[in-house]
């Protein structure tokens, strides 16, 4: 929900530098040298001004007394001893003053609701004493690989098997988000994955599949998932990497997404189809981002295409992007030195230096704004 401000904020006008607080009504009328008549730090009550000619020693950040208006720097005033001569300088009325309710009103908002909580809000949250926040419920979620040639990562792999990474690198995507994935790895057998998958079903508000989505004879995912009576919403895109993604839901409202296995594939469609999912589902809201395309792209045939590409930004702040060819969607080395994925729609396959096109930035993926 929304955040309002408990008081005024500032609520006391608070000096913003260290210096003399003076009643400016003296300096108008011509008074050029002070007394200090008392220091005042912050956190002390107010110090009023003792007459005519007197001023009050203060800190940054204490509240001033109705009887001062304005603070004079230390750098332009000489003291001695208790007497403050002000040098050749111009006093405004109000300077180094930070007035009462210039931020927010008392019963103002300062925080609006579908906000990620980050460290200002978290801030403003303790300012006003609020130390529980009412906050949406975040997703139970479990990441479900496939592949019998897959090893554990810290096993050492015969020539014809590889180790385990698409997990790892779905559990670390999600970090940023503070989800807690828990990390499952299945074998290509049809009893078993089905009796692991409808647990699954049972217990977690999302699958992140990776595996076992193509047309090959162990390929048991749809047929297991259609099995254990989930919708199957869609299966194949027209996209390259990715083709096989398989999206549906469970009677029990759990999404199922179900990614290639190829390592670029199941990134892509994580970061393409989850990510958006994920924060269109927590109310947070993105504005798109573009790059222009720096040398021309073709490809055949016509498909939805993700090219990796390396970023840059110009002094006007216009994101540039530089492809960078792959050997495929099992080659995920590169993915460390790339930084977004551009969309190329299906409708054309030849794409000019000069244009835009959307990207899917992934470099910082696991930083958080």
Not at 34 to 57: D, H, L, N, V, W
Request: proline content about 5%; some cysteine; overall charge neutral.
């Amino acid at each position: 929900g929304q955040l309002f401000a408990d008081r005024d904020m500032p609520p006391f006008n608070r000096s913003t530098v260290d210096g003399v607080a003076i009643d400016f009504g003296a300096y108008e009328a011509g008074q050029r040298i002070f007394e200090i008549t008392a220091t005042q730090a912050a956190g002390m009550s107010p110090i009023p001004i003792a007459g005519k000619g007197c001023c009050i020693e203060i800190m940054t950040g204490a509240a001033l007394h109705h009887s001062a208006d304005t603070v004079i720097r230390y750098e332009d005033i000489e003291i001695n001893d208790k007497t403050v001569t002000l040098m050749d300088v111009v006093v405004k009325r109000g300077q180094n003053v930070h007035l009462r309710g210039k931020d927010r009103k008392e019963g103002e908002v300062i925080v609006d609701s579908n906000r990620v909580i980050t460290p200002p809000v978290m801030g403003l949250a303790a300012s006003i004493g609020k130390l529980e926040l009412l906050v949406k419920r975040l997703p139970r979620v479990i990441i479900v690989t496939t592949g019998d040639e897959m090893v554990r990562a810290e096993a050492e792999p015969a020539p014809y098997q590889l180790r385990r990474s698409n997990g790892i690198v779905l559990k670390a995507g999600l970090v940023r988000y503070a989800i807690q994935a828990d990390l499952v790895h299945l074998k290509d057998d049809y009893g078993v994955m089905k009796n692991d998958l409808e647990r699954c079903l049972r217990d977690y508000d999302v699958l992140l599949m990776s595996g076992g989505v193509s047309k090959g004879k162990f390929d048991h995912v749809p047929a297991v998932l259609t099995e254990l009576k989930a919708e199957q919403l869609f299966h194949k895109i027209r996209q390259r990497p990715g083709k096989p993604f398989w999206f549906g839901k469970h009677r029990d409202n759990t999404l199922i997404f179900a990614f290639p296995g190829n390592p670029v594939s199941t990134f892509m469609c994580f970061c393409r189809y989850f990510i958006p999912w994920l924060e269109a589902s927590l109310g947070i809201a993105r504005s798109p981002e573009y790059a222009v395309l720096q040398r021309d792209v073709y490809f055949d045939p016509p498909v939805q295409y993700f090219q990796q590409v390396e970023l840059s930004c110009r002094e006007n702040g216009q994101w540039q992007a530089n492809p960078v060819e792959g050997n495929g969607s099992g080659d995920f080395s590169q993915l460390t030195s790339t930084d977004a994925f551009m969309e190329f729609p299906l409708e054309r396959n030849e794409f000019k230096k000069g244009e835009a096109y959307r990207i899917w930035r992934y470099n910082s993926i696991c930083s958080y704004i």
